[in-house]
T-cell receptor, first 111, second 113 residues
Framework: GQQVMQIPQYQHVQEGEDFTTYCNSS?????IQWYKQRPGGHPVFLIQ?????EVKKQKRLTFQFGEAKKNSSLHITATQTTDVGTYFC???????????FGTGTRLQVTL | DGGITQSPKYLFRKEGQNVTLSCEQN?????MYWYRQDPGQGLRLIYY???????QKGDIAEGYSVSREKKESFPLTVTSAQKNPTAFYLC????????????FGPGTRLTVL
């Protein structure tokens, strides 16, 4: 079945530093979605990318979808303590009626 | 979030007992999903349903059962056949299918003693 690998598993940064998480697949993806889960909470949708090479920004967050539609990244500029949580990518392929979630990257931000 | 409820938030059961987790949505979404999350792990799909009276197995369906008799409701039963049921269970819904945003409920943390 489809597998989506996400790296790193964990990253600890100081407030103000940048952070990037990567999502990689061996198969071509129809789309990629990104979710954030705060500690003790549930995943919340951030964004969806559909087009090859697409780049979208949300304030300090920049999302990219690879040209081959096999990888994606989420970059946070100047992290804040409110960015703490686990970031998941999720994707579907072809006519798949379900999402496959990556393993997630847990971000810890300290002052 | 917003329109999906799961109850209870915490649930304790003895080993060997079946337990049913509820999931209700008022978003008028056709598709509903059940995921399992273990500590420090990602989300694994248990079952999903794209329409009333129809559902499909996900990646880890063994030991679980579901029903979809109403559009709003998608209860999950964790049976005694599930070897390691202690986990965080998340229900989600989307308008139609996988390409749509998934909205998650607050989750139920099940502990089997």
């Amino acid at each position: 079945g489809q597998q989506v690998m996400q790296i790193p598993q964990y990253q600890h940064v100081q407030e103000g530093e940048d952070f990037t998480t990567y999502c990689n697949s061996s198969t071509t993806l129809s789309n990629i979605q990104w979710y954030k889960q705060r500690p003790g909470g549930h995943p919340v949708f951030l964004i969806q990318l559909v087009k090859s090479g697409e780049v979208k920004k949300q304030k300090r967050l920049t999302f990219q979808f690879g040209e081959a539609k096999k990888n994606s990244s989420l970059h946070i500029t100047a992290t804040q303590t409110t960015d703490v949580g686990t970031y998941f990518c999720a994707s579907s392929t072809g006519t798949a009626s379900k999402l496959t979630f990556g393993t997630g990257t847990r971000l810890q931000v300290t002052l | 979030d917003g329109g999906i409820t799961q109850s209870p938030k915490y649930l304790f059961r003895k080993e060997g007992q079946n337990v049913t987790l509820s999931c209700e949505q008022n978003l008028n979404h056709d598709a509903m999903y059940w995921y399992r999350q273990d500590p420090g792990q990602g989300l694994r799909l248990i079952y999903y349903s794209q329409i009333v009276n129809d559902f499909q197995k996900g990646d880890i369906a063994e030991g679980y059962s579901v029903s979809r008799e109403k559009k709003e409701s998608f209860p999950l039963t964790v049976t005694s056949a599930q070897k390691n049921p202690t986990a965080f269970y998340l229900c989600a819904s989307s308008i139609q299918g996988a390409s749509d945003t998934q909205y998650f409920g607050p989750g139920t943390r099940l502990t089997v003693l």
